[in-house]
């Protein structure tokens, strides 16, 4: 059976199509529709439930030091209240799942894809014997993506006008503790709420009243690839790399001169030399999009790599994609071809994001 957010209720009287996703059953849209959603998010403010997502406590002795051990990011450099993005990385040094992990005055708050849920606590438990691992399974999760999201949120919850992003606070709503993270998944200022569970709905029907427009799996997958972000088990997987899919970013300078976790050896000498391939965005000429799997080869037949997502861009009103090439055609600019339906269709190499992004840093 699957399992139900504490705001199903809510997307049920909403009119949400419910599909299954990752053991969950989400709203994928709302009468509104996809289109209407994204346009929400760019121009105004809308609301996700992302309650399926795995909340996470990690306690202990010296946690952030215990979790530098599994994962290539700065974790121990976090100051309280301060978040980073980081990936669980396989001794090969590919990618189990990619991590939003903030540093609490008493230990961490992870966030991980719901998708990956047991792999990770699993991989998380085994990897941090001395640590203690609470999944938070009583409190839902709720993003609020826009240019608009701040004013909405800082009128419920003042303390959000003192985020910037990549930062969380503790606060309170309605008599009702609440954690408050400024990020996002769309490439717009935003922030996610972890409140109770108990105080979901309210929370959420005080957004709406507010001006967020619910919006569903359908328009966060279109925004997020617009934003050029990837997606664990689409984009990245224990495949791929974190310097193959354009997380070098995340390795800060001091993890890289130590060393210390799985896949270092892989994953070091990549962004020393440069990876074999990239991942890199598509621009395919015509109005026909170009989904996951479509092979890319050079204009000569060679073959380069395959689309991992695909689409159309609401706001560009033109197909994008993302994918990996050999990194001799990695540059932007580069002429490829993506064989749809047996033929060779023209695209070009192009920068991400797509459309760039407007975090409040």
């Known amino acids: 059976m699957l399992k139900k957010t504490p705001l199903h209720p809510l997307h049920l009287e909403l009119g949400a199509k419910m599909v299954p996703f990752a053991w969950w059953e989400m709203p994928v849209q709302y009468p509104t529709g996809i289109m209407a959603e994204h346009a929400a998010c760019r121009e105004g403010a ?5 309650s399926h997502m795995c909340q996470m406590e990690i306690t202990g002795d010296d946690p952030a030091a215990a979790l ?5 990011g700065g974790i121990t450099s976090l100051a309280p209240g301060q978040a980073r993005y980081t990936q669980l990385t ?3 040094g590919g990618i189990y799942d990619d991590l939003i992990v903030t540093r609490d005055p008493g230990g961490l708050y992870v966030v991980a894809n719901a998708s990956m849920a047991d792999q990770d ?15 938070i399974e009583d409190h839902a999760l709720i993003a609020v993506q826009g240019p608009a999201a701040a004013a909405l949120v800082a009128g419920l919850v003042p303390a959000a006008e003192d985020l910037r992003f990549m930062q969380s606070a503790q606060a309170a709503w309605d008599g009702q503790d609440l954690r408050l993270s400024r990020l996002g998944y769309t490439g717009e200022d935003g922030f996610e709420i972890s409140l ?4 979901a709905e309210a929370f959420a029907r005080a957004l709406i009243a507010g001006g967020a427009m619910p919006a569903g799996l359908g328009a966060r997958d279109t925004l997020r690839m617009e934003a050029g972000l990837p997606l664990y088990g689409q984009d990245i997987d224990q495949g791929t790399s974190p310097p193959e899919a354009g997380l070098g970013f995340s390795i800060p300078k001091r993890r890289r001169a130590e ?19 990239r991942l890199v965005g598509l621009r395919p000429e015509g109005r026909a999009p170009v989904r996951a799997g479509v092979e890319i080869t050079a204009p000569d037949g060679t073959p380069l790599g395959t689309v991992t997502s695909g689409g159309f861009a609401p706001t560009l009103q033109a197909p994008i994609s993302m994918g990996y090439v050999t990194a001799s055609h990695a540059a932007p600019g580069t002429e490829i071809h993506v064989i749809l339906r047996g033929k060779p269709q023209p695209a070009t190499v192009t920068p991400l994001p797509f459309v760039p992004h407007r975090y409040k840093r």
């Open 46 to 50: 809308a609301l996700f439930d992302v």
């Open 68 to 72: 530098e051990r599994l994962v290539p």
């Open 90 to 92: 396989t001794g090969a």
């Open 121 to 135: 606590v699993g991989l998380l438990r085994a990897g941090l014997p001395d640590c203690t691992l609470r999944v």
């Open 196 to 199: 109770p569970a108990t105080a």
């Open 259 to 277: 060393g210390g976790f799985p896949g270092a050896a892989r994953i070091l000498g990549e962004l020393a030399d440069g990876p074999a391939r």
